[in-house]
Structures are given as structure tokens and as C-alpha cells.
Nanobody, 119 residues
Framework: QVRLVESGGGLVQAGGSLRLSCAAS????????MGWFRQAPGKQRELVAA???????DVAGSVKGRFTISRDNAKNTVYLQMNSLKPGDTAVYYC?????????????WGQGTQVTVSS
């Protein structure tokens, strides 16, 4: 059974940083593409960043240069380092296990972690 557990969310002032973690179990982690999504109130869930098993990354334009996705296959964990946070980054952030073909297709979801950026 696939299980994804996020941690690291919280309240931070604009300009601050947070690092989200997602621990995966029930899968061969190193063989899978992992992603981070976010959903703000009243908005659709959107892909923030993804990383394939080969280390290729895809980062949304709105966070490029501020957010970095990484993974530690030995710990079955994917991270999202978020710097220079803005109030517009406020959302629930979800870890995802997915696949890439022409685009990213999400499969399994974590429960989400709240990130709130105050101005």
C-alpha cells in the first residue's frame, strides 16, 4: 500500500523559508517520479515541482528560482525547499507519486501540509 506523509509546513513571514518533506512507503521509491502540488483556497490544485527517478526536474514558472525539489532515495524522502516565500505561496501543499509521458500525471496523494505566508 502506497503511503505518502508530508511534514514541514507552518506559518512564516514573507521572505522566509520552509522545507517540506514527504516520506514514502509501500513503493520502490528510487524508481518513481515524485512531485509537489499546491492548492490555495478557491483555486485549482497546481503542480509546483516534480523530479523523475533519473533526477530530471520540472519546476513551475511561478516558483522557479525560489523553490527547489530534491530527493534522498536512501531515506525514501522527497523535499521541497521554499525560499523567498510570498503571501501568494499560501496553500496546502501535497506530495504526489506520479508518472511522466507528455506531461505529469498524478497518482497517489499525501494528506497535505498547510503553508501560510504572512505579509
Amino acid at each position: 500500500q502506497v503511503r505518502l506523509v508530508e511534514s514541514g509546513g507552518g506559518l512564516v513571514q514573507a521572505g522566509g523559508s520552509l522545507r517540506l518533506s514527504c516520506a514514502a512507503s509501500g513503493i520502490i521509491f528510487s524508481a518513481n517520479t515524485m512531485g509537489w502540488f499546491r492548492q490555495a483556497p478557491g483555486k485549482q490544485r497546481e503542480l509546483v515541482a516534480a523530479m523523475t527517478s533519473g533526477g530530471v526536474t520540472d519546476v513551475a514558472g511561478s516558483v522557479k528560482g525560489r523553490f527547489t525539489i530534491s530527493r534522498d532515495n536512501a531515506k525514501n524522502t522527497v523535499y521541497l525547499q521554499m525560499n523567498s516565500l510570498k503571501p501568494g505561496d499560501t496553500a496546502v501543499y501535497y506530495c504526489n507519486l506520479g508518472t511522466y509521458s507528455d506531461k505529469y500525471y498524478p497518482n497517489y496523494w499525501g494528506q497535505g501540509t498547510q503553508v501560510t505566508v504572512s505579509s
